[in-house]
């Protein structure tokens, strides 16, 4: 059983920048691809970054790529994603997950293949 607990959410100007982190449990986090998804009010959730177990790569959705950096740090079982230049449209729940199949491939970005889930953060950017 794998836990997830993000931390880092709050509430930030436009144009301000914030950095989540996911502590995961477990021994073998460093064997887990991970990714960042969102959901704002009203709409489905929406992949975000996601890094392979390596960390070597990583994949962003279009509306964050070059804002925002997924890292992991596999000594610290954590998984970070740092968020710049935030606008209102970032304002969503953000949840981090973990993929615990054997997959040496690129990040990938279909939510169902996420087999760990964390209970999300909330990040509100203001006007």
């Known amino acids: 059983q794998v836990q997830l607990v993000e931390s880092g959410g709050g509430l930030v100007q436009a144009g301000g920048s914030l950095s989540l982190s996911c502590a995961a449990s477990?021994?073998?986090?460093?064997?887990?691809?991970m990714a960042w998804f969102r959901q704002a009010p009203g709409k489905e959730r929406e992949f975000v970054a996601a890094?392979?177990?390596?960390?070597?790569?990583?994949d962003y959705a279009e509306s964050v790529k070059g804002r925002f950096t997924i890292s992991r740090d596999n000594a610290k079982n954590t998984v970070y994603l740092q968020m710049n230049s935030l606008n209102i449209e970032d304002t969503a729940v953000y949840y981090c997950?973990?993929?615990?199949?054997?997959?040496?491939?690129?990040?990938?970005?279909?939510?169902?293949?996420?087999?760990?889930w964390g209970q999300g953060t909330q990040v509100t950017v203001s006007s």
């Open positions: 997950a973990a993929d615990s199949t054997p997959y040496l491939g690129s990040p990938r970005r279909e939510s169902y293949l996420y087999n760990y």
């Open positions: 477990g021994r073998t986090f460093s064997s887990y691809a």
């Open positions: 890094v392979t177990w390596s960390g070597r790569y990583t």
